[in-house]
């Protein structure tokens, strides 16, 4: 048994990292066969990433290499993600005064540097893993088998998902039949140009999931300073309660609110079969309970035509409307008791309600009554047969100023948009029902990126 209180290491600086070896692993691996035509009777596999919190000190660092040996002994087969120790990340960013409108060699080259948090982390944690007597083996960008291969979009770069998956499958997943534990540095790419580069906000998460799918993982394990994802902010609310469960959809709804859980762009590449559990680095044992995330998102944005019938907006107008809350509750029950509800605006003297045509004449009648039952509002206005167009897609915040070019696309056929609203990663468009499949070709064209 290891006795975990007398482990000690020296933290590696960017200066040594270079002059730091390794034993290559043989250059021939076995073939990996599709996580369906396993036998049954495989170990259970994991991959646990660490945040930079949780690696914050030498005791966190101690603790976490004993919740992996732990878990090891167990049978499990794990990958291990490490974040950079603490602030480091933060450290060298300030030290390199990071500015924009650099060229991309310098972007490559503050990205070199930005790497060193995580490249010196997975040697310091590698180093205590073989202490606690794992056999570990570190991935360092600069090696022939790394397995994060991005595009040149340095400080922001794309995962290229197709060849992470082939390195995965050729130089990650044999060592788990070996006994191995690799350790990997989050956060890390390179590109295809060869060169260091950066994935950005929640890198070392997207680094997690792209191995899990990689290695066909049974679950991937998020160890950060929280027990798991709250129901708000706790900066905020003190009384924020621990969710149990959340379906990764509901996530990013709150990721594009500005709630910092895990970033948008690393669930694009959260397998849908493989679920997350999200715990806290204070806990005793990986199977420690936390929030369990579910299910998944298609990563491509596509634009669709969201209802086969047509829609209408109500617009209720009157004076400071939008601020009389009680006002659009008792408008929104009735909508609720009588249809369904697509979306809604305001302002100062008008709430536009867009619902389903087909409800019409039940529900038209009752919204008329409230108008005129309430002081603050005046009268009622209709526009029928409306086209409910849907743009999705967790890509979508990789689609800078797709706002004004829909508009713009549009405004050039001289078709009219009667509504825009942009809701959790999706962007809703009404325009005439008889113009539904031209503003459709010319949506999908701007979400391609294709000239008019």
Not at 91 to 118: A, P, R, Y
Not at 214 to 222: Q, R, Y
Not at 344 to 359: E, G, H, K
Not at 363 to 376: A, I, N, P, R
Request: proline share 3%; aromatic share 6%.
């Amino acid at each position: 048994m290891v006795d975990f209180s007398v482990i000690t290491f020296t933290v590696i600086t960017t200066h040594s990292l270079t002059n730091i070896s390794e034993n290559r692993i043989s250059s021939a691996v076995q073939t990996l066969h599709p996580p369906s035509a396993r036998n049954e009777t495989k170990p259970r596999r994991i991959v646990v990433k660490f945040g930079g919190s949780s690696l914050a000190d030498k005791e966190r660092i101690t603790k976490a290499a004993k919740l992996i040996s732990d878990e090891f002994n167990k049978g499990t087969r794990l990958v291990v993600v490490v974040s950079a120790m603490g602030k480091m990340t933060d450290q060298l960013f300030s030290l390199v005064n990071h500015e924009s409108g650099e060229t991309s060699d310098k972007t490559s080259d503050i990205d070199d540097v930005l790497s060193m948090g995580e490249r010196t982390s997975v040697r310091v944690f590698s180093t205590v893993l073989k202490r606690v007597g794992l056999d570990a083996k570190y991935f360092d960008p600069s090696d022939p088998d790394w397995p994060i291969i991005t595009d040149d979009q340095y400080s922001n770069a794309n995962p290229i998902l197709e060849l992470c998956l082939q390195k995965v499958r050729e130089h990650v997943d044999p060592l788990l039949s070996r006994g191995k534990v690799p350790v990997i540095a989050g956060f890390v790419g390179r590109s295809t140009s060869g060169r260091v580069s950066t994935i950005g906000r929640g890198g070392s998460d997207t680094t997690a999931f792209i191995l899990a799918k990689g290695i066909g993982a049974d679950e991937v394990v998020l160890v950060t300073d929280a027990d798991g994802i709250l129901s708000a902010d706790p900066k905020l609310i003190q009384n924020a309660k621990k969710l149990n469960r959340i379906d990764v959809s509901t996530l990013i709804g709150l990721a594009d609110s500005g709630t910092k859980f895990i970033h948008r762009k690393a669930l694009r590449y959260k397998d849908r079969e493989i679920p997350v559990r999200v715990i806290s680095h204070r806990k005793e044992s990986l199977d420690a309970e936390g929030t369990i995330i579910t299910g998944g998102v298609d990563s491509e944005v596509e634009v669709t035509l969201a209802s086969n019938t047509p829609s209408m907006s109500v617009t209720v107008a009157g004076k400071g409307i939008s601020e009389n809350p009680a006002i659009m509750t008792v408008i929104a029950k009735e909508i609720k008791n009588n249809s369904a509800l697509y979306g809604l605006s305001a302002d100062f003297y008008s709430i536009i309600f867009y619902v389903p045509q087909t409800d019409q004449e039940k529900l038209l009648g009752k919204v008329h009554e409230l108008v005129t039952s309430q002081e603050e509002t005046l009268a009622m206005a209709v526009q029928r047969d409306l086209a409910f167009l849907r743009i999705k897609g967790v890509g979508l915040e990789d689609t800078p100023g797709i706002i004004g070019k829909i508009s713009t696309r549009l405004e050039e056929r001289r078709i009219n948009i009667f509504g825009m609203l942009t809701l959790a990663s999706s962007i809703l468009v009404f325009v005439s029902w008889k113009e539904k499949e031209e503003a459709l070709n010319l949506m999908k064209q701007v979400v391609k990126g294709e000239d008019s």
